[in-house]
């Protein structure tokens, strides 16, 4: 069988995977929604507090580029609300990289190419037992 270039939907569904992977290795206690229909795509326990994460996928050529915007709304094109959403974690397929945003409502994230955000740096994490 021929593989096929991966859908949409796909694509969101290997970031989602990779999320785990890196929050489990990072020693994270990973919860996943069992409803389709929520607003967010995980909640990570953090030292005893509750993260929710909206991940969304960057899936294009970013060569020679600096930066890039990316939709922060849902199918709905309805923003995620700061009381439903703590941080767009967005995977950077052909960077292979992570950019963490702290959710400020916006309908538009500027991921900079140059400021790959460091996960415990931008949840300013201290005392942490997970190491990045």
């Not at 899936?59 to 600096?66: C, H, I, L, P």
């Not at 609300?81 to 992570?98: G, H, M, P, R």
């Not at 994230?109 to 190491?131: D, H, P, Q, Y």
Request: net charge positive; proline share 2%.
């Amino acid at each position: 069988m021929k593989n096929q270039p991966l859908l949409g939907s796909q694509k969101g569904e290997v970031a989602e995977i990779l999320f785990d992977a890196m929050m489990v290795q990072m020693g994270y206690v990973v919860l996943r929604p069992s409803s389709t229909y929520s607003v967010y795509d995980r909640v990570v326990d953090i030292n005893g507090e509750f993260v929710r994460f909206q991940i969304k996928s960057l899936n294009t050529d970013v060569s020679g580029k600096t930066w890039a915007k990316v939709k922060t709304i849902t199918s709905n094109n309805i923003k995620y609300d700061v009381l439903d959403v703590d941080y767009i974690a967005i995977y950077v397929s052909t960077l292979n990289s992570w950019y963490f945003h702290k959710n400020k409502g916006k309908t538009i994230v500027f991921v900079s190419f140059r400021n790959l955000n460091n996960f415990v740096e931008c949840l300013g994490i201290k005392n942490s037992t997970a190491s990045p």
